[in-house]
Structures are given as structure tokens and as C-alpha cells.
T-cell receptor, first 113, second 111 residues
Framework: NAGVTQTPKFQVLKTGQSMTLQCAQDMNHNSMYWYRQDPGMGLRLIYYSASEGTTDKGEVPNGYNVSRLNKREFSLRLESAAPSQTSVYFC????????????FGSGTRLTVV | EDKVVQSPLSLVVHEGDTVTLNCSYEVTNFRSLLWYKQEKKAPTFLFMLTSSGIEKKSGRLSSILDKKELSSILNITATQTGDSAIYLCAVLKTSYDKVIFGPGTSLSVIP
């Protein structure tokens, strides 16, 4: 099925460890996004990429880096994980900068101990 | 600071009831308001509202935007257990890809 694929679905890290969350979309969308979702706080934008080759900070970028590897793939890296980064992470894509809504991946549940 | 507020934060109703979920916003450079339904995993897109006063409908769900009051409502009639989910309201700004999500309303529909 066409859509947004995220890996892994679950991950447990120790404080200080690093990891990369992978995201790929096969809808030929230009824009891709990384969000985190925490109880009572809704979805908060970490980074986004309006088009291949560009990335910009969102609302909560500290502690994260991103790479727009090509039009399909947008990865999120935690260089030194902290317990405050325990969250559910969603990747999303859109064709026209959100004008037609967003398609979300199924999420990655990350726990940092 | 841009803000999207939803009420109530949680709601329990019986099957067949009609519910109204509220969303209000204080956002500069407003472009559109979006509603999403989130069940166990990823949010799925419901509506995008750009013009005030025009109702969008999809089956038992409908939504309308009031730009004067900076708010929107999502109505669900004849609720079913399958409507149980978190309903997210979000505002898309004109300033390029900025979307602000509200905290969501958790709706539980019991038989």
C-alpha cells in the first residue's frame, strides 16, 4: 500500500546512546516532517523538509538532527538520547506544503531509560 | 505565541449520541484549519477548512469554521463505537509549512 513507512516501530535506548529513525514515502510528495507526540501536548514539529535538499527547524528541534536523503527518505537522528526524548515519533508527508493535508506514518514509540 | 486549544479534552458518550468537539486558535498568518482522527496509530485526515461558514461533511461527521470567532467545531451524529479516537485539530499557517496542533479530544463511545 502506498504511504509513509517508519522504522523501527519500537525502540528502547539508554541515556547517551544514539539512533536514527527512518522514514520513507512512495507518494512522490515534496514535503516531509517529523513530529513528536506527548500526552496532553498534541503533535509538535521537530524538523521539516519542504523539498529535497532543504531542511528547517520546527518547534522543538533541540537534540535532533535530520537528513533528507532524497525525495523519498527523511531520517531523524538522536545523537545522545535523553529521557526527555521518550515519546512517540511520527513522520508525515504532503504534496503541497500541507495544503491537501498530511499523510502520517504509523509511528515509532521510543523509550529512553 | 501561536496556540490551538481543544475542548473538552476527553468525553465519554453512549452509542447514538451526537457530540460536538471544539477547537479555538490564536495563530498569526492563518491559512487553514485541519481535523484529524487518531485511533491506535497514525492520525488520518478528516477535513481542511479555509473559508468561514462553509460546512464540510463526510457521512456522520461535519465541521465548520468561524474565522471571526477563531474557532471550529466538529460534529459527529449517531455516534458508533468505531468513532472512539483522539480527534486532533491543527492550524496551517501561511508562513510555509507551519502547522500547530492542539492537544486533542479523546472521545470514547460506549455501547
Amino acid at each position: 500500500n502506498a504511504g509513509v513507512t517508519q522504522t523501527p516501530k519500537f525502540q528502547v535506548l539508554k541515556t547517551g546512546q544514539s539512533m536514527t529513525l527512518q522514514c520513507a514515502q512512495d507518494m512522490n510528495h515534496n514535503s516531509m516532517y517529523w513530529y513528536r507526540q506527548d500526552p496532553g501536548m498534541g503533535l509538535r514539529l521537530i524538523y521539516y523538509s519542504a523539498s529535497e535538499g532543504t531542511t528547517d527547524k520546527g518547534e522543538v528541534p533541540n537534540g535532533y538532527n535530520v537528513s533528507r536523503l532524497n525525495k523519498r527518505e527523511f531520517s531523524l537522528r538522536l545523537e545522545s538520547a535523553a529521557p526527555s526524548q521518550t515519546s512517540v515519533y511520527f513522520c508525515a508527508s504532503s504534496e503541497r506544503q500541507g495544503l491537501d493535508g498530511y499523510t502520517f506514518g504509523s509511528g515509532t514509540r521510543l523509550t529512553v531509560v | 505565541e501561536d496556540k490551538v486549544v481543544q475542548s473538552p479534552l476527553s468525553l465519554v458518550v453512549h452509542e447514538g449520541d451526537t457530540v460536538t468537539l471544539n477547537c479555538s486558535y490564536e495563530v498569526t498568518n492563518f491559512r487553514s484549519l485541519l481535523w484529524y482522527k487518531q485511533e491506535k496509530k497514525a492520525p488520518t485526515f478528516l477535513f481542511m477548512l479555509t473559508s468561514s461558514g462553509i460546512e464540510k461533511k463526510s457521512g456522520r461527521l461535519s465541521s465548520i469554521l468561524d474565522k471571526k470567532e477563531l474557532s471550529s467545531i466538529l460534529n459527529i451524529t449517531a455516534t458508533q463505537t468505531g468513532d472512539s479516537a483522539i480527534y486532533l485539530c491543527a492550524v496551517l499557517k501561511t508562513s510555509y509549512d507551519k502547522v500547530i496542533f492542539g492537544p486533542g479530544t479523546s472521545l470514547s463511545v460506549i455501547p
